[in-house]
């Protein structure tokens, strides 16, 4: 990976961690160990995940110490700071759509590098953003924001695809990541600023179907 | 992949995302975009476990645009289909045997064209054929049918012992593969329809064993 | 692996059977399929995961017959054992204890013959310990122990690292195998019964933090 590359993966592992973490003190309350574990997973998991996926084992999160140094970092910075419920709330939801804009971008790129197709490249992009806060959900026995949140994959799998479909204009570099990794934030937090909901289906139980889940 | 093998491939992943995509509407009452990942997951979850198994990554369902094509149009159907609670177990129960089927044959066909050992193949088909079942339920917070549904694993294990151990008698073909296919489908409903249940072990909680939990 | 690895991989993966045998028994109270398939998913989870991780696909659990053997036989051999809830409970716990010290040096191990670096080699050990418990523990809808336990992954990581620094020392063999086993499972065990707790985090929703969540 270019050194841009691996310092938004690394900026991405951090914020995730402390995202993780977050998560963890509010959801099920665990002690300090128990905050550290999910951090450290909600930040490492997509990557682990994306390079499983590519055939990149062992998986970088292993192979360099800088990554769960800036994971578990960012999970005790989240472990000793208070915040009243509101606010809390607000930083779990704003860090996950920082971490999913940078991984998403991060991930098509080290997928094109590995020489996946562009479709291939975009899909495991949008894996290794969406993969963490998967995980962190289902580990915690929560339904993960992909099935519940109808603006999450995609803005995850915009951002891919800008990475990957920019490529043959320009070469790579830190201008294509970035628009890649705003546009993916910025249609992640329109809909959860704005509430857009997608339709939903007639249901056949015979509840109204009105009342959002997210 | 032979193109036989690749077409019931394709049918099941078909068959699967509209068996997941049904579920989403019924257990979690998920808008569209839910509605297509539960659907997409299901359908490509055991294949893509399958192929991290052997080895074979990226996997097949990335490279290959027509899976995710197959798995969008069965979710997109599924979310457009209109059918009474009675009716829709049922559908969700048969597709879900259907698709376990075809994939427990298709996945240990790949797995010996991989090099596998019959056993570890035979294994490996039965894990293509469950996990994108498994990976639905664990997704949306279910306990999944492998354990609770005494005759699940069990017909999988069938379907892809008969692909795998009739290959020294003949050529690998169509009749093998719908031999296989079809016993899997036959064992898995009968379990179904004549909720067959296998013993219980003692409870040492006291509480009685014999209702049956689905 | 060398044959003394090898002897205590296959009796980690007996006692993870049991014990996940166990815990279907009491947790979900499965029929004997159910019982049978999450002992074996809980005694041959962290394997998988681990040689998924290190490249070494397909598993050598589904390549070597014994594992699935050593698996299936503890899952039986629990399906028929009758034990009042206390013992139960205990038995479950020492059990676990048991697995996850022998896993994290022969998980450890593993992966230095597999060429990775020590400090990948402790997290992938420690992974192979931690990853059949909590696989079962997702299974069956049940917040993992890594998250809820503060002495779950702490002596998994000590074992594994125990294993891989003290290679440089002397030639791999019997005697260090067994003291990174023996320290995890000290470790673990006191954990238990001392009921040590980590620090919990300031809870923001104002609920008292003293409860130990166990």
């Not at 691996?6 to 995202?19: C, K, S």
């Not at 292993?62 to 000793?80: C, K, Q």
């Not at 860090?95 to 998403?104: H, I, P, T, Y």
């Not at 991930?107 to 995980?135: F, M, N, R, S, W």
């Amino acid at each position: 990976m270019s050194t841009f590359v691996l310092v938004i993966d690394l900026v991405g592992t951090f914020v995730f961690a402390v995202n993780g973490a977050l998560t963890a003190t509010r959801a099920v309350h665990l002690d300090i160990v128990g905050v550290l574990v999910l951090g450290v997973i909600t930040a490492v998991g997509g990557g682990i995940t994306r390079d499983v996926l590519i055939g990149a084992v062992p998986p970088i999160a292993f192979t360099r110490w800088y990554y769960l140094a800036a994971a578990g970092l960012g999970a005790l910075l989240a472990f000793f700071i208070s915040l009243p419920p509101r606010r809390l709330t607000g930083a779990i939801i704003v860090l996950d759509a920082v971490g999913l804009s940078l991984f998403c971008v991060t991930g098509a790129q080290k997928a094109v590098e590995h020489g996946l197709d562009p479709a291939a490249a975009i899909i495991v992009g949008a894996i290794a953003a969406v993969g963490g806060g998967t995980i962190r959900d289902i580990t915690i026995g929560k339904v993960p924001s992909i099935l519940t949140s109808g603006l999450y994959a995609i803005p995850a799998l915009l951002g891919a695809a800008i990475e990957v479909l920019s490529a043959p204009l320009r070469s790579y570099g830190i201008p294509v990541a970035l628009v890649g990794a705003v546009v993916c934030f910025v249609v992640r937090m329109a809909g959860v600023c704005f509430k857009l909901e997608a339709p939903k289906a007639f249901d056949p139980n015979g509840q109204p179907g009105g009342q959002p889940r997210g």
